[in-house]
């Protein structure tokens, strides 16, 4: 069950990489809040595949509901119960606002990987009946 898997292991370092510049560089109002969304679940979903086996629904369900709850989480002030309003990395990592935008990046950001996941199935059925 637990087996590092290459390609979903850079994809993660990939990810992580882009997501670090966009906190470090990007301060508009499309990049960094909706696009760093966007790709933080593919990012997640990336690195669980990159060390657990798990089938591709079930991974993309549970990275999508984490994400669900980390912006309920926001919601609810999570930081500032917790004592870590003044953490910059808590700030950053947790978040702040609960918005239904970011709700709809996550969502269409597992949709991406949902339609990826099945083209690359449908590509190796395909070349394997070749």
């Known amino acids: 069950m637990f087996k590092l898997y290459k390609r979903y292991f850079i994809l993660s370092i990939l990810l992580f990489i ?3 510049l966009i906190a470090l560089f990007a301060h508009d109002d499309i990049i960094r809040p909706y696009v760093g969304d966007f790709l ?3 990012l997640l979903y990336c690195l669980v595949k990159s060390v657990i086996d798990l089938p591709v629904t079930t ?3 549970f990275v999508l ?3 669900y709850v980390v912006e309920t989480l926001q919601y609810f002030n999570i930081v500032q119960h917790l004592g870590l309003a003044h953490s910059s990395l808590a700030n950053i990592i947790i978040g702040n606002f609960f918005t239904w935008i970011d709700i709809l990046a996550y969502t269409l950001g597992i949709l991406l990987v949902l339609v990826l996941e099945k083209l690359k199935l449908s ?3 395909s070349n394997f009946n070749q």
């Open 18 to 20: 882009t997501e670090v």
């Open 65 to 67: 509901l984490f994400s």
């Open 40 to 42: 933080v679940v593919i």
């Open 123 to 125: 590509n190796a059925n």
């Open 59 to 61: 991974t993309a369900i």
